[in-house]
């Protein structure tokens, strides 16, 4: 079944089940650029150099303009009346759905590249595969963030391989954010129930087809940058599945403030 960006007739043409289904994963998309792009703009101002800065702030404003369609398109496909705005300010921590990972705090430049690193590698591979979704609204945003995401990837690669193989101090802080981050990496390509099923339909890319190329990328950087791929590490997961670590819960009292305090503001 394919949809046209703006058939509305051809959305009401999708069983409700699967409607469901698609809901769920597109609000779980937004969701997960949404937080990583609130992360990232935390960074504004603190930049270790002002050219950092700006790409950091940059990269979050990419994020920013993918959730933004993402959530546009869950409102449709919910067909409940809600707005990209109600979605992204009026819902509590376990309603979102992101992946741990991003929620995770930044920490010092490290950890927030590595962070960074670990989301990218998953996020343009994933994209690259879901412009051939035979939903047409998702191959259309996938088409323009995966050029973005190109950039991010090659971004934060340049940045693991520059601390790793860089000074002492940088090194040691590199080790440091890997060994507290990378339990937080297996669960972007561990598949929930609502995943599986869009998998099988042939709606979203099977998560099992793109480690290969992942795996490849993480050993070339890893390479370069002098360090080891950790192995045998219990990988934390629910975060897609709305089970988050207290992190979320203050990112969202900042992010949803002025929509709590004053319900209905507009500009």
């Not at 043409?13 to 792009?37: K, M």
């Not at 995401?149 to 002492?168: F, N, Q, V």
């Not at 042939?202 to 050993?219: F, Q, R, S, T, V």
Request: charged share 20%.
């Amino acid at each position: 079944m394919q949809v046209a960006p703006s058939d509305t007739s051809a959305l009401n043409a999708y069983p409700p089940e699967l409607r469901q289904l698609l809901f769920q994963y597109v609000l779980q998309l937004a969701d997960t650029s949404l937080i990583l792009g609130h992360r990232l703009s935390e960074w504004c101002g603190h930049g270790p150099v002002l050219e950092q800065d700006l790409a950091m702030a940059n990269i979050g404003l990419d994020l920013l303009g993918e959730t933004r369609s993402l959530y546009q398109y869950a409102a449709e496909l919910e067909g409940q009346g809600r707005t990209e705005d109600d979605l992204a300010f009026l819902r509590i921590a376990t309603q979102y759905r992101n992946p741990l990972l991003v929620e995770q705090p930044n920490g010092d430049f490290a950890d927030t590249i590595t962070r960074q690193f670990l989301f990218d590698n998953f996020h343009y591979h994933c994209l690259v595969q879901l412009r051939a979704s035979a939903d047409e609204r998702l191959a259309a945003i996938a088409e323009k963030a995966v050029k973005e995401a190109a950039y991010h990837l090659k971004w934060s690669s340049e940045w693991i391989i520059r601390l790793g193989d860089g000074t002492e101090e940088s090194r040691q802080r590199l080790d440091k954010a890997l060994a507290s981050l990378w339990r937080y990496s297996g669960e972007l390509t561990t598949p929930t129930a609502t995943e599986k099923a869009l998998q099988a339909t042939g709606l979203i890319p099977d998560y099992a087809a793109l480690l290969p190329k992942m795996e490849a990328h993480l050993a070339h950087v890893f390479e370069e940058a002098t360090l080891p791929v950790p192995q045998g590490v219990f990988m934390m997961t629910g975060g897609k599945e709305g089970r988050h670590t207290e992190h979320l819960g203050y990112i969202l009292a900042e992010l949803q403030y002025m929509q709590r305090t004053y319900p209905g503001l507009t500009w």
